[in-house]
């Protein structure tokens, strides 16, 4: 049972992450290899100012969402100049630039050996659990609200030609920038509920590769839709719990993992290039 | 004047495109258009007056106020609205949202979410967009994506567009009518001429010449980044070198 709760908190927490990353790379068009990267920071401005300043929980959450948003805004600055390709490269640069940060600054982060004993919000375990899954089902009807809004008008409006949308007299800039603030407090969200929920961190979770995993969910699932996060989430998470209890031996099934999750990738671009519900393609 | 393009230069790898070209425009002035052979220089100087190119020399006034140098997105909220060569539309967005896009009505912001009261505020926008929807004989597509438009409905579409833009005073035309069928060129034409009747000033680049010798009122005649000739519809049209390098007729000596 506890393992079950620990695979539906771990996709409840994924789940709002790609919510994030929708909002930048299905609706706005920007795609992001740097989510888990946001992650990442705020988990660690949770932790650090938990344990180490003594700031209570509550607020401590507060601060690691504004220090994701402000980091957002100071990336977003050097980025947002780029398009299309070359802002994935770069953003995929900074994702792992900020991983080797959290590996070398050791006096900080604790480097390779994480943080531990990071306090769980709420106290009981149960009503944290509840919250990260309202949060997450929140996190759905969010991107749904976004998508049917004017605001949602404007992002598709960018993902589909910048240069039409600003003869319109749309600051594509400004715009670009509020969606990579958002997708990075969702990020920031998800951040603090993982180290909330594990209790321990380290750079390993927030590795290049895992960026990668939370842009494949949004591939996977569909992006620009609500719910596509959601099913891509509880494929990338279900389908590598599920390979172990093929029994087999550790260093084979990390490889497997990686086999299978190659494997789903291909297929879809063949057969379903907006992923599973998706409603925009994104190579 | 409206506008005001003082004496304005933009080379490509050395090569002229626009070579000191002068002229401004007020809607009193009727219906100009920019005429000459491909390659003079005409999209350049819409992309200049835009604010997609940056002069090298020279300057844009528009209101009296210098824009060359502004993103193009400042100068579009200034009252500047323009088409494009090839036809731009939002593609895999629906003909409403296409429209309802071209509106600036204060809701396109993150903080709209909170007060979720934007259906009830868009909806004079929506009737509005709705009643262009009709005009233009697309009210049932409304829901369609524009990419599954014809290619005259697209250019309806893009009318459409300049339609919602009411706060506009300036409307930058890049070939409205190429490629249409004779009907679908007067329907254009008589939109156009709805927007210069609601007092807007108006430059058409345009290559058809039997829509030039139509509906013309002043012709600005562009040739190698220069302008040649420009005044009157009818004494531009009748002007000798005009006339050679447009038309290729050698007036005899």
Known sequence: MEYIIFICAMVAIYTIAAEGLNILVGLTGLTSVMQAAFLGLSAYIY?????????????????????????????????????????????????????????????????????????????????????????????????????????GRLLKSIREDEMLAASLGKNVQAVKMSAFIISSIFAGLAGVFYASYVTFIDPTSFAPMESIIILAMLLIGGAGSAVGPLLGALFLVAIPELLRFLGLPGNVAAATRQLIFGLLMTVLMVFRPKGLIGEYRLY | MLLEVRNITKSFDGIKAVDGVSFSLDPSQGLCFLIGPNGSGKTTILDLITGNLRPDEGEVLFEGYPISGLSPYKIAAKGV??????????????????????????????????????????????????????????????????????????????????????????????????????????????????LKERGKAILIVEHNLDVVKRVAERIIFLDSGKIIAEGPAEEVLNDPVVRSIYLGIKDAA
């Open chain 2, 81 to 194: 609205a323009r088409t494009f060569q090839q036809g731009r539309l939002f593609y895999q967005l629906s003909l409403l949202d296409n429209l309802l896009l071209a509106a600036s009505n204060g809701l396109e912001n993150p903080r709209s979410l909170l007060s979720l009261r934007w259906r009830r505020e868009e909806r004079l926008l929506r009737e509005k967009a709705m009643k262009i929807l009709l005009s233009l004989g697309l009210m049932e597509d409304r829901g369609k994506r524009a990419e599954e438009l014809s290619f005259g409905q697209r250019k309806l579409l893009e009318m459409g567009r300049l339609l919602m833009q009411d706060n506009c005073k300036l409307f930058l035309l890049d070939e409205p009518t190429a490629g249409l069928h004779p009907k679908l060129i007067n329907r254009t034409m008589e939109l156009i001429e709805g």
């Open chain 1, 47 to 151: 932790a650090l100012s938990a344990l180490k300043l003594g700031v209570p929980l509550g607020p401590s959450l507060l601060i690691a969402l504004v220090g994701s948003a402000s980091a957002a805004y100071l990336l977003g600055y050097l980025t947002l100049r780029v398009r299309g390709d070359y802002f994935a490269l770069i953003t995929f640069a900074l994702a792992i630039i900020i991983y080797h940060s959290f590996n070398n600054l050791i006096s900080i982060t604790g480097g390779p050996m994480g943080v531990v004993n990071v306090p769980q919000l709420l106290g009981s375990p149960r009503k944290f659990l509840l919250l990260v899954v309202l949060s997450a089902v929140a996190s759905v009807f969010f991107v749904r609200l976004v998508g049917a809004s004017p605001y």
